[in-house]
T-cell receptor, first 114, second 109 residues
């Protein structure tokens, strides 16, 4: 089945220790998104790629970086995680960024910062 | 600013009908999505409305009024597995998805 896969599902890191979250998709979608979602809050878009074009949200901290080496994979790097970065990180994909571009989500990675 | 409003929490009885409302104020409009999110899981797509009116899909229906900046999600014949958060999201003029905080729906037997 075509899908969006995220690894790991649960990640524990220490304060200040870099961590990388991965996302892969078999849908062959052009657009990939990274969201941060804290409990009982709306998902917050961090950045997205349209093909190889990177689009950073204005309020995304520099501590968050992303790479998309090819169509199928996208990585979220958190360079120095703080306690406030503990959250669910959601990867999503869509065919386009427009109205036809329904976003399909992976299962998420829950990040704990100790 | 851009804003999506939906009730924080609702309670309904198994077998009943519930309507979850969403109002929005966004810069432009390119469609409205409803997603279902079970606790600790990712959102899953339920519906997309871009024209006024009602879209029915099994037990779930979604309604849109663009002139009123209003949508609702109607869930019929509620089942216990429908207990989840329901997120309303609007695609603005820049094709950015603006998310509401979600409505937590509690189903009681």
């Amino acid at each position: 089945d075509a899908m969006v896969i995220q690894n790991p599902r649960y990640q524990v890191t220490q304060f200040g220790k870099p961590v990388t979250l991965s996302c892969s998709q078999t849908l062959n979608h052009n657009v990939m998104y990274w969201y941060q979602q804290k409990s009982s809050q709306a998902p917050k878009l961090l950045f997205h790629y349209y093909d190889k074009d990177f689009n950073n949200e204005a309020d995304t901290p520099d501590n968050f970086q992303s790479r998309r080496p090819n169509t199928s994979f996208c990585f979220l790097d958190i360079r120095s995680p703080g306690l406030g970065d503990a959250a669910m990180y959601l990867c999503a994909t869509s065919i386009t960024a427009g109205g036809a571009g329904t976003q399909y989500f992976g299962p998420g990675t829950r990040l704990t910062v100790l | 600013g851009q804003n999506i409003d939906q009730p924080t929490e609702m309670t309904a009885t198994e077998g009943a009908i519930v309507q979850i409302n969403c109002t929005y104020q966004t810069s432009g409009f390119n469609g409205l999505f409803w997603y279902q999110q079970h606790a600790g899981e990712a959102p899953t797509f339920l519906s997309y409305n871009v024209l006024d009116g009602l879209e029915e899909k099994g037990r779930f229906s979604s309604f849109l009024s663009r002139s009123k900046g209003y949508s609702y999600l109607l869930l019929k014949e509620l089942q216990m597995k429908d207990s989840a958060s329901y997120l309303c999201a609007v695609l603005d003029s820049n094709y950015q998805l603006i998310w509401g905080a979600g409505t937590k729906l509690i189903i009681k037997p």
